[in-house]
């Protein structure tokens, strides 16, 4: 099992950014999908998830309105854009993948599988 991610980098406030994620080794389509992010010295913290069923999608509260999650099962890919990025979104995001997810529990960092992280670094 393999989550690559990529589309980090560094923006400036009020950028935008599409993080992507694809994965490989899972039945795609069966797995709910998160997004985590870490800033230096901060523990990791929930930024998105969608739920195998596509209906069901979560936000940490600091991003709502901001960011996007969305999946392409066909081509095993989920994405974060990231619109009107603020310093307080720099980190390394991390996309992750569990087929036992529930809807309750897709906030939880308790995921079978992660990525290797991409660097998103905003300037103020």
């Known amino acids: 099992v393999q989550l690559q991610a990529s589309g980090g980098g560094l923006v400036q406030a009020g950028d935008s950014l599409k993080l992507s994620c694809e994965a490989s080794g899972i039945n795609f389509r069966n797995y709910a999908l998160g997004w985590f992010r870490q800033a230096p010295g901060k523990e990791r913290e929930f930024v998105a998830a969608?739920?195998?069923?596509?209906?069901?999608?979560k936000y940490a509260n600091s991003v709502k309105g901001r960011f996007t999650i969305s999946r392409d099962n066909a081509k095993n890919m989920v994405y974060l854009q990231m619109n009107d990025l603020k310093p307080d979104d720099a980190g390394v995001y991390y996309c992750?993948?569990?087929?036992?997810?529930?809807?309750?529990?897709?906030?939880?960092?308790?995921?079978?599988?992660w990525g290797q992280g991409t660097l998103v670094t905003v300037s103020s």
């Open positions: 992750a993948a569990d087929a036992r997810k529930i809807v309750s529990t897709l906030t939880t960092s308790e995921y079978d599988y």
């Open positions: 969608i739920h195998r069923n596509h209906a069901t999608i």
